[in-house]
Nanobody
């Protein structure tokens, strides 16, 4: 079982990046992105179910980030627009085997598998 995150890099403020999380080895029901900024705790960014509607976002990224999926490719994406220096962090994808209600999606302890992370640096 593996979650492979990619797409990070250096971008100027106001720029965009798209992160990818490719899952292999089994089926997951919930996918999420978390991030850890320098000197801070890991925090929730966004989550999406494998099937059906519904997404959830942290307040700090609403309107700027979009999570999406392509289950034919077993891949989840995070489109990040209008990036700001405070978005600088290591971004991790996470996945949960079983479905849970939306209110638990932002809680990292509910996820079963984690990718290694991809670094996003927003700087001029």
């Amino acid at each position: 079982v593996q979650l492979q995150a990619s797409g990070g890099g250096l971008v100027q403020p106001g720029g965009s990046l798209r992160l990818s999380c490719a899952a292999s080895g089994r089926t997951f029901e919930i996918y999420a992105w978390f991030r850890r900024a320098p000197g801070k705790e890991r925090e929730f960014v966004a989550a999406i179910p494998r099937v059906g509607g519904g997404t959830r976002y942290a307040e700090s990224v609403k309107g700027r980030f979009t999570i999406s999926r392509d289950m034919a490719k077993n891949t989840v994406y995070l489109q990040m627009n209008s990036l700001q220096p405070e978005d600088t962090a290591i971004y991790y994808c996470a996945a949960r085997v079983n479905r849970i209600i939306t209110m638990y999606w932002p809680t990292d302890t509910y996820y079963d598998y984690w990718g290694e992370g991809t670094l996003v640096t927003v700087s001029s």
